[in-house]
Each structure stands twice: as C-alpha cells, then as structure tokens.
C-alpha cells in the first residue's frame, strides 16, 4: 500500500487523496463539478438523512418533493435573491433538437418554487406553522475551482422552509432549526460554532442569516449549514397571505434551512489521518470487520470461529463483515483502517487456544483480547466509547481552534500562523474594516455568536474606533 | 364535502380527482408535466424506497449517485439507445448569461454516464459482479400529455445496473430482478404480469426486455417496471472490458432494471373507491386515526381516552394520530377515509359506557367493537388482515382482467369493451401483425410470459398463418 500524503504537511492532498482512495467519490465523469458519490459516502449520508428525519418527523415537519425546473419569472420576482445567484444557475433550453418556448433554470435553492405554491396553500392563521422540508439535487455552476464535496456543482441536501403567523413564532423556528442541526453534528461527532453572519453576508432576501461552521485541522473553517429568518420579503413578494384570528390581513413570516452532502467532507477532515477514514460509528456503513489470521493447518478452525463471530454480530443488528478473501491480513488490516470502520476483529490461532478474539480500535488503534462469549457486549460497549472518543476530539479540536486578538499585529499573526482558526475580535461594524480584513489577511468576519451578547475588550481592531461588536474572524473554505 | 367522480363512470376524471383532493401531487407549478409530490404521496414513496432498499442489500447492491449532467458524447456513443430518447432529452446550454463550451444532456436514464465510470472500475472477472443502485430523479420532455405520476416531465425512480463475467449470470441477474421488483409489487398489494416484450418493443440496445404490467380497473394496463439484459452491446461500446480466469479478455455482460413513482398511481388506482383512497397499511403515512364521537358534558372523558389509547398505540410503533380538533367528527370520518386511513377508532359516549372502542376498516367499512385491554392486537391482527383483503382484491382483478381470444372478432369485442384486460392471442411474429393490432384496435401486445412456453391455440389472429407465439395484448397507458 502506498504512503498517503501526510494530514499535517498538506491537509488539501491529503483530502483529496483520502477521498478518492477510501471510495467516497469518484470525479472522473467528465462533468466538471459533478462526481460520483460512491457507496461508502452515499451510505454515510443515507444515515445523515435518517438522523435528520428523525427530527423533522418529531418537530412536525413534512417531506414533499417540487420541481427541479424553475420558470424563470419565478427567479426574477424576488430580484435581489435573484441577483445573488444570476452567474450560477443552469439554464435548460432544448428538449431534443427543439427549442423551448421558454427556458427554465435549473433550482440552485427552492425558494422561489416553494413559496409559489405555498401562495397556493396559505388562507388562514390555522394553517400555520407550515414546515416543509425537500431533499433534493440543486445545481449551482459555482465558478470557483470544485472540490469533491467541499465545492461541488451539483450536491445533495436538505432545504426546510417554514411559515408563521407571527415573527416570535419565526424567531423559535430558527432555534428549532438550530436544536435540529446541532444536535445532528454532535451525534456526526462534528465541532461547530454558531454565529449570525454580519449583514452585508446575509442571505439574499433574509433578515438574518445564521450560519455553522466548523474548524478545519488546517485552520480554516467551512460552513456546514445556515438557517435564515426570511421575515415577511419572500411572503409580500410571494403574496404569502392569511386571515389572521381577528379577521385582518397578514403576510407569513418564514424562515428556511440546509445542510449539504458537505457535511461528509467535514467529518473525513476532523476525524480521518494519514491511514484514512476515522467513521462515527453511527454514521459508518461497515461498523466491524472480521479478519482471519490464518495459520497453517489452522484454516478451518479459524475460518470456523469467524463465521460463528459474524453470525451472532450480525444477529445483534451491527453492520458486520467477514473478510475470507485470498488478501493477506496485513492487507486487510490496511483496507478497512483505510476505510474507516470502526472495530476490526482478529482470529488467530493464538486467540483459537485462549478461546476469545482481539478487538482493535480504528480511532485509538488499541487493542484488546475478548472471551467469545462477551463479543457482542463488547462491540457494544466500544462503538459507545468510539464516539465519545470522537466527541471529544471534536471538542478538542473546537478549544484549540478559538482564540482573541485585542490588536491588528496580534491578529495578523495569528492568520499568518498555521492555524488561525477562529480569532474573536472587536468591530466597529463598518463594511470598510470588514473589506480591509478580507483584502489583507484573506480572511473573513464569519459573524456574532448567536443569543449570547458577549462583552467587547478593545476598539474596532482595524480602525481603532469604538467598537460595537465582538466577531469571530476566520479563513474560510 | 362535495361528490367525487364516480371511478366506474370515468376513471380518469375519478384519479386526477382524487390524486389532487387526497393530497398526493399539486400540479399548480407552472412547469408542465412537473409537479410537487406531497407529503402523503412522498412517504408512500419514502416506504417503496425502504422496501427496495432491505432487497437490495440482501442481493448485494450498493446505493451510489451519478451526475444529473451528461456529456452529449456520452449519449451519441450509443446510437440505438440515444435515438430512442432524441426528443425527450432537456439541454442545459447557459449558466447564468454565458454560454457553456459544451451543452449537456439532464439524465433520461443513466446507463452513459454510469457505464463510463463502469469502464474505469472493472479490470477483472474478480471485480464483478457488481450490482449499483441509484435513486434519482429523471427527466424526459415527453410530448404526450402529462398526467400526475403516470406521465411527468419529471419524476423519481430506482436505477440498477449490474455487470457479470458471463452472460448466465447475467440471465440469472435479470431473474434475481424479478424477484426483487414482484415481491415488492406483492408488498403493495399490487397485481401484475411479467412479460418478455416482443422484439421491436426492446429497450434501445438491450438483447431482451422484461416488463412488469398492472390492469387497471378501467380495463387498460400500466407499464410499472422493466428489466434489460443487455448482454455485451453497451460493454463494447463503452469499453467495460475485463480479464479472465484464463487470461483472456471479454467485455461485461450486463442487465439494468428500474421502477418509478408510476408505482404510486397504481396503488392508487387498484384500491381506491369513491369516498378516496385506500392504502396498503405498510405504505399509509398513517395506520390509524382517533376521531372522538363528542357528547355534551362527556368531552373531558372521551378526550381523556382518546389520548389514552393515542399514547398505548404510539408505544406499539404504529404510525397514529389523535385528531382532537373543532370539525365535526362526520366530517372527520369523510377525510380520513379521503386519506386512506385503514383503520379509524372512534370513541363515543357509549364506547365510553362499554369500557371500548370501536374500530372501522377503510378496506371493508366494518366497525367492531373492541375492549379497551384489546386496542394494540387488534390493530396489529387488523393491519395484517387488511393487507391480506387487499391481496385478495388484486388478485381477483388480476383474474378478471385475463381472457383469451382465438379470432379476430372476438379480439375486436374485448378490445372495444368496457374492460379489456389482457387478452391472449396467437401471433405468428411478423411486426406487421402487430402493426395492424395496433392501428384498428388501439393496442398493443405487451409480450409472452416470462419463463414458461405457453401452448399456441390457434394461428395467427391477424394473418391466420402459423402462430409462433402466445402473446398478451392490451390497451396500455
């Protein structure tokens, strides 16, 4: 097996490398932008979708599907949403050799699709709160270079919507939004921080835009989800109206939120190392391998021993596989440390005679000696412990990645360093100083932590005037 | 509640009724043949897709996504197969303002750009077989009309792909499809007839066509499903070569299948009647429903037991709701019957007086009393019965929509009646039999049985030479 790229030497490489080698996408379909999302990697998401589900079912949210194809005069009612996708929408405009009557663009987010019908279902008070959510395929023609899953131009995900009768209902839509998302990140073993995005990087036709995003090992951040609070712009231009309880009239307040296939290149980069794939035991689509260490005139009776292991775990609900392929078992150790799973199971002669197995831990690379009738408690036991594990890298790496600048040096430093993460800073709140930070330090203000009014320690740090904010600044993907 | 179209009188008039008023699809989009899937039609696809799922896990399939976008050259290397799709194919051409270099086809099916990939991971007899499933939605600018599931511009389906190192194993593959797409038409309650479609009916490219046909209560059939063995002609043409045991090369032998959300319609149509829907209890979004039967000076009490047998059927995990609000509860029973509900529990003062419930099928419309230490099994055991009835009644459509016909007069009669079915015929082959079948009666012969050689009764029904064939023929949509 050939060396990877080290994690820590070229972090980007070594993305790309793992992602290719471990099987989660393949890009080589001659559509730019577009990849194949393999099995491991689809399998990952199919499990963030049931996670996800989960939650919209007990928060009363409804699954519909709408149209791919949006009539452009949609896109163009709601002008300045509009204006903010105008280079990256897909237009279709042939069926076979005919030319359409009028072209249709293809959805890089369903707004304006949803909010039409909804137009169609809102009459009255009682027909609120509405919440729909879509998984669906969108299409943005991003003109950046694409990255498989980091920057894609066609992805997965999940975009909600919602309606109210009122705004308070709307502002604890946007907190349900966030109970929603943040608890699907922790149990993905994800670190996140939750700020609201200043606004001049709100949203297009949202009052506020919340955003996530995570620490990279490199120091760069990505956003991995955003909620906005939309207010009543979307409603009056959608003609979004209700009979309120007293009679009167009133446009919904709506709310919308999404989270992409971008989340698997989350987890690859926090957990994964220079052997390959670290897998959330939940989220992994192999949760135990079971590899023989054969030893001659022992095949049989190993080979014995395995397939009884793989019944019982498999009887127990775990997602287990028996490797007997020809592969010598160093192999086989390589391959599935590579791919992720979480607990690899050895039978060798030596466990034959002390009537047990060895376990070894992908994340920890621990390994330990089990009787064979404690098999299944034990997978058990170390999937639970796997993920606490995981947690708390996350949260390591979360505390590691957070630090202050009360001055430009000290921040500049800072983004200049290895690991800038995410640096508090205090802000006047001008566009300008924002602008000045972007152009030298290539980095910028990812927004305000979200409900917490936190105590300002200096002035602005670009133009030293009093400040008004305090504001996490990062690089971000 | 206003009348229904009757389903005798005019069934297409009765579906597209109850498709909008049972909340199944919205077609008020603005975008032809492209409508918004609902909540209750989207879990009954969520479901199908659950039951497909568990099948193609035991079979060995893996779940991956392929782009949406396809290099036109991909499409013109299969001249057959892109002729076939030529007018239905949608062209992205723009992104945003600009022109792209190259225009790209948006996916009628999946077997270029999936077979170019396929042509990359296959280098030996060890790689296969490899059997790839993908969920997706599909694009075809059909000029016909539209209908709501039946025939949309836009839809979602199941697209499996397999290679094989030999062409009995591909044989064996398109066997192992049959029994992965029957036994999921059985868990719909559906019934259906598997043929092999005549010749100049073959997918574009493939060596044969399996298709899986449903009568409809109007005496027409629905197409809701195929199989392709495709043998070597799209692996020569993409390459997808490998190297034998012996150390010689072939290229792949390949089947694909595939079913859509078509599927849906044919649930609805088989089962529903004039007051709406009626669900298979494994796919209804919802098993049961409580409707209090509210008494004056009784309300608390009744809504006190509604609740209490609410939260003991919500622990047996049986999809429920409680519907406690202000409309009358005749006006409840019309719409959950609308919905296809099949079980309703009411809980009236004298259910109250008995120490029970009453229970009322969708299905049959009995109501049986039921004590209250009783409500979980009987659900569970009424759930099971329901699905058998509804077994039962596709059966005995099945049944009825079989006849023969030995000459053309008798053809012409069932063909012109009121219920044609699927009539059996003797043909001698030659396309311009079927060419005339087609043009004075309105249909076509959908093909022999799959598996098992019939017994020719006659000559040719047309031309009166030699029959070489015993062939179904009927009015399809």
């Known amino acids: 097996m050939s060396v990877f790229t080290k994690k820590k030497e070229d972090f980007m490489a070594w993305y790309l490398d793992i992602v290719r080698r471990a099987q989660i996408v393949d890009t080589r379909t001659e559509v730019k932008g577009m990849n194949v999302l393999l099995s491991n990697g689809y399998d990952i998401w199919d499990r963030m979708k049931k996670i996800l589900d989960d939650k919209f079912y007990i928060t009363g949210h409804k699954n519909m599907y709408f149209p791919l194809f949006i ?20 237009y279709v405009t042939h069926a076979g050799k005919k030319k359409l009557d009028k072209k249709f663009a293809l959805r890089p987010t369903s707004e304006t699709i949803m909010y039409h019908m909804y137009s169609q279902w809102i009459r009255a008070y009682s027909d609120m709160p509405m919440k729909v959510n879509q998984w669906c395929n969108i299409i943005r023609i991003d003109t950046k270079d694409t990255k498989p899953l980091l920057r894609d131009r066609e992805f997965q995900w999940t975009e909600a919507h919602t309606c109210h009768s009122t705004p308070e209902e709307a502002v604890e839509q946007v907190k349900e939004s966030m109970w929603i998302y943040g608890s699907t990140y922790d149990e993905c073993c994800l670190p996140y921080l939750i700020t609201k995005r200043p606004k001049y990087d709100t949203f297009p036709g949202a009052l506020y835009s919340i955003a996530y995003d995570t620490p990279l090992p490199d120091g760069k951040t990505l956003q991995i989800g955003t909620t906005h609070n939309l207010d009543q712009g979307f409603a009056k231009v959608f003609n979004i109206r209700f009979q309120k309880e007293d009679g009167s009239h009133d446009y919904a307040y709506q709310t919308c ?47 014995q021993e395995c397939k009884e292991a793989l019944e019982e775990i498999q009887k127990a609900g775990i997602r287990v596989k ?18 992720g799973v979480p607990i690899r199971i050895e039978i060798g002669p030596k466990d034959l005679e002390k009537k047990g197995v060895t376990f070894a831990r992908r994340d920890t690379k621990e390994r330990i000696f ?6 299944v408690e034990t997978i058990t036991e170390l999937l639970e412990e796997i993920t606490e594990e995981l947690k ?10 957070m630090s202050d600048a009360a001055t430009y040096d000290e921040l500049e430093n800072k983004m200049n360093s290895k690991k800038p993460g995410f640096v508090r800073i205090n802000w006047c709140g001008d566009v300008s ?3 000045e930070i972007k152009e030298r330090l290539k980095a910028e203000i990812r927004g305000t932590l979200y409900g917490k009014e936190e105590v300002i320690f200096g002035s602005c740090i670009i133009c030293d005037e009093e400040a008004k904010e305090v504001v996490y600044i990062s690089k971000a993907y």
Chains 1, 2 share one sequence.
């Not at 009539?71 to 897909?90: D, I, M, N, S, W």
């Not at 939940?282 to 079971?290: G, T």
């Not at 708390?392 to 990645?401: G, H, I, N, Y």
């Open 71 to 90: 009539p452009e005069k949609f896109l163009e009612l709601e002008g300045e949403h509009f204006e903010g996708f105008v280079p990256e929408v897909a």
């Open 257 to 303: 939120y999404g989270l992409s296939t971008r989340v698997i290149a989350a987890i690859i980069s926090v957990h994964g190392d220079d052997r390959g794939l670290i897998l959330p035991p939940y989220l992994a689509p192999l949760q135990v391998i079971i590899v023989p260490v054969i030893f001659k005139g022992k095949e049989e009776a190993i080979d």
């Open 322 to 339: 028996y490797d007997d392929s020809d592969k010598t078992s160093g192999f086989k150790f390589n391959e599935y440390e590579l791919l």
């Open 370 to 375: 089990v009787t064979k009738d404690k098999i």
């Open 392 to 401: 708390k890298r996350a949260k390591k790496l979360m505390e590691e990645s």
């Open 433 to 435: 100083c924002a602008d």
